[in-house]
């Protein structure tokens, strides 16, 4: 089995610096992708048979598709600023392009998609913001693209955890077709790190441990989950933040906790 750890590379003509597909994954849903976009460069791409949705993680951009036409969207110049990004969605079928009026890191998330919803953006003040956990299992939730909005397949939610603490905890999982208590979906982490030079780690395992890896998370590195339960946590003095893409044959998401370590949320 090849390591799910993907790190980042340097850009290549399209600004691409990281990538994930389901031929690489060995899987059928999730695809993600990071371009690092100077200012004035071009990305023109095709969705293909795929619905994508457009995550400007940093910087600002012009976003053509057809006749829709987002003009400078874009407000933060960190994720750690932690205020919601622009984001667009588009279905299948479709081509866009992508002009940075700014430096920008654009993440393309995408999965097979049927057509059934149009192009739109997704504002900063469309994004639902949360907490989860407590004590040192604290972390903040940004949801992009939750099953309660439309989309045919992509869930897309952004997730920052403190330094010092633990998130995807307890360990759980969504690897069985056994709804409602649980769904099938693949995953990707895609994470970032305050400050750069910091590290977390994340576990992805099952419960024969037929899988069982422990990967050292730098910036910019990316996680994936096929399946299995999966645990992160950043070490003290450096926050964490991730920007998960999931997808399966149902848009559920319908988690496992691992029975081993179900008596921390039943405290």
Not at 77 to 84: A, G, R
Not at 186 to 211: I, M, W
Request: glycine share 8%; net charge negative.
């Amino acid at each position: 089995m090849t390591s799910l750890l993907v790190r980042p590379h340097e850009p290549d003509a399209q600004g691409k610096v990281l990538e994930v597909t389901p031929e690489s994954a060995g899987w059928e849903h999730v695809g993600f992708r990071v371009h690092r976009l100077v200012k004035g460069q071009r990305l023109e791409a095709s969705t293909g048979d795929r619905e994508h949705c457009l995550v400007l993680l940093t910087g600002r951009a012009t976003v053509i598709s057809g006749e829709h036409r987002w003009e400078e969207i874009g407000e933060r110049t960190d994720v750690f600023e932690k205020i919601p990004p622009y984001s667009v969605y588009l279905p299948n079928g479709v081509s866009y392009a992508v002009e940075a009026t700014t430096d920008l890191e654009l993440a393309v998330c995408s999965a097979p998609g049927q057509g059934n919803h149009a192009p739109r953006l997704i504002a900063p003040d469309q994004v639902k913001r949360s907490t989860r956990g407590s004590g040192t299992n604290t972390r903040h939730i940004q949801d992009i693209l939750p099953e309660t909005e439309p989309a045919d397949s992509l869930l897309v939610v952004e997730v920052y955890t403190p330094a010092g603490n633990w998130s995807s905890y307890p360990p759980h999982k969504h690897d069985q077709d056994n709804l409602p208590e649980e769904s099938i979906l693949e995953e990707t982490y895609y994470h970032r790190l305050n400050p750069t030079q910091g590290f977390a780690f994340q576990r992805v395992y099952t419960d024969d441990r037929s899988l069982d890896e422990t990967m050292a998370v730098e910036d910019g590195c990316c996680v994936m989950v096929p399946r299995g339960y999966h645990p992160v946590g950043t070490p003290h003095g450096y926050e964490l933040y991730y920007l998960n893409v999931m997808a399966g044959p149902k848009r559920k998401w319908k988690f496992f906790n691992d029975p081993a370590h179900e008596w921390i949320v039943m405290q």
